[in-house]
């Protein structure tokens, strides 16, 4: 704990240099914290909490600090600067790697109480694509055409902000036409043969969205794989009112695992969220689903302050 406190005044510091700069608006902050309830716990139990803030120092550079705890565990989850340049935006530090549908508001501002399980599953040599990386990220293009490539430290320690070794590369190409966003990626490393391969799909109107993703990890140890595709419908005349649905796949060493997923996302208020969610799973156990409750009924309450 006092290693926050210092990065606290770290962080206070960073924020003094923005105001002394002169840089209109120059701090935002976000608070978060998720509480969940299934059918294997007694009462709401505490699942998440996020808070980050963002410093500009001027109109081309700014800071991001964000800390996470989640169950018992601490950790940084991005310290990075970013410089919007003439021919791109550069970041360095601490980040999550642009790979697939990976923002936070992709993650964690939908109907859903889980995350996708491709998302978590070991797609080689340990990795995963919900995960902090070290090292630098560069981002060039057009409104139409996007490129961003990197090159990281994908195994940290809760505390690591530097990388100590560059042992992944990252590529990722998107195009947007009309309504429709997609996305390529390459994810390799750079000290064996492991690769990852991703396509992303997203389609948006005024009340509905659908996107999708397929992955497949090669490795030594075997090939991994897996989609989910969400559709999210909001109700005309009750715009806080969300209907979701999601069907997903994953498979990890031939061991093949179906969720599905429907249910309710209610905005109460500016500072308050709610989902109720009923899954049901098909083909081969996993843990994950099992020990999340996520067969059954769950619901997960979002309590968000932004200043």
């Given at each position: 704990?006092?290693?926050?406190?210092?990065?606290?005044?770290?962080?206070?510091?960073?924020?003094?240099?923005?105001?002394?700069?002169?840089?209109?608006?120059?701090?935002?902050?976000?608070?978060?914290?998720?509480?969940?309830?299934?059918?294997?716990?007694?009462?709401?139990?505490?699942?998440?909490?996020?808070?980050?803030?963002?410093?500009?120092?001027?109109?081309?550079?700014?800071?991001?600090?964000?800390?996470?705890?989640?169950?018992?565990?601490?950790?940084?989850?991005?310290?990075?600067?970013?410089?919007?340049?003439?021919?791109?935006?550069?970041?360095?530090?601490?980040?999550?790697?642009?790979?697939?549908?990976?923002?936070?508001?992709?993650?964690?501002?939908?109907?859903?109480?889980?995350?996708?399980?491709?998302?978590?599953?070991?797609?080689?040599d340990g990795l995963r694509l919900v995960r902090d990386d070290s090292g630098?990220?560069?981002?060039?293009?057009?409104?139409?055409?996007q490129l961003q490539a990197a090159l990281?430290?994908?195994?940290?320690?809760?505390?690591?902000?530097?990388?100590?070794?560059?042992?992944?590369?990252?590529?990722?190409?998107?195009?947007?036409?009309?309504?429709?966003?997609?996305?390529?990626?390459?994810?390799?490393?750079?000290?064996?043969?492991?690769?990852?391969?991703?396509?992303?799909?997203?389609?948006?109107?005024?009340?509905?969205?659908?996107?999708?993703?397929?992955?497949?990890?090669?490795?030594?140890?075997?090939?991994?794989?897996?989609?989910?595709?969400?559709?999210?419908?909001?109700?005309?005349?009750?715009?806080?009112?969300?209907?979701?649905?999601?069907?997903?796949?994953?498979?990890?060493?031939?061991?093949?695992?179906?969720?599905?997923?429907?249910?309710?996302?209610?905005?109460?208020?500016?500072?308050?969220?709610?989902?109720?969610?009923?899954?049901?799973?098909?083909?081969?156990?996993?843990?994950?689903?099992?020990?999340?409750?996520?067969?059954?009924?769950?619901?997960?309450?979002?309590?968000?302050?932004?200043?």
């Open positions: 704990m006092k290693r926050r406190l210092d990065l606290a005044t770290w962080v206070a510091a960073a924020v003094a240099l923005a105001g002394s700069a002169g840089a209109q608006e120059p701090v935002s902050s976000t608070f978060e914290s998720y509480f969940t309830a299934n059918r294997g716990t007694a009462g709401a139990s505490h699942y998440l909490s996020w808070d980050e803030t963002t410093a500009k120092l001027d109109d081309r550079t700014r800071f991001t600090f964000s800390y996470e705890e989640m169950k018992g565990k601490r950790t940084f989850d991005e310290f990075c600067a970013r410089f919007d340049l003439k021919q791109g935006m550069l970041r360095l530090g601490r980040i999550r790697t642009e790979f697939g549908l990976s923002d936070w508001s992709e993650l964690l501002y939908n109907g859903f109480n889980h995350l996708p399980l491709i998302k978590i599953a070991d797609m080689g630098l990220e560069y981002t060039c293009g057009t409104p139409d055409l990281m430290d994908s195994d940290l320690s809760t505390q690591q902000i530097l990388p100590k070794r560059l042992d992944h590369s990252s590529l990722r190409l998107q195009t947007n036409r009309g309504q429709v966003i997609l996305g390529l990626d390459y994810l390799s490393a750079l000290r064996n043969s492991s690769k990852v391969y991703g396509l992303d799909l997203r389609w948006a109107t005024p009340h509905t969205l659908v996107r999708g993703e397929f992955m497949r990890g090669d490795s030594e140890e075997g090939p991994s794989s897996g989609y989910y595709v969400d559709a999210e419908y909001r109700l005309p005349g009750l715009p806080r009112s969300q209907l979701v649905g999601r069907t997903e796949m994953v498979s990890e060493y031939s061991s093949r695992t179906f969720l599905h997923t429907v249910g309710l996302r209610q905005v109460v208020s500016p500072t308050i969220t709610v989902n109720l969610n009923y899954g049901w799973m098909q083909g081969a156990p996993n843990f994950y689903i099992a020990s999340s409750g996520l067969d059954g009924w769950t619901i997960r309450t979002m309590f968000q302050v932004r200043f």
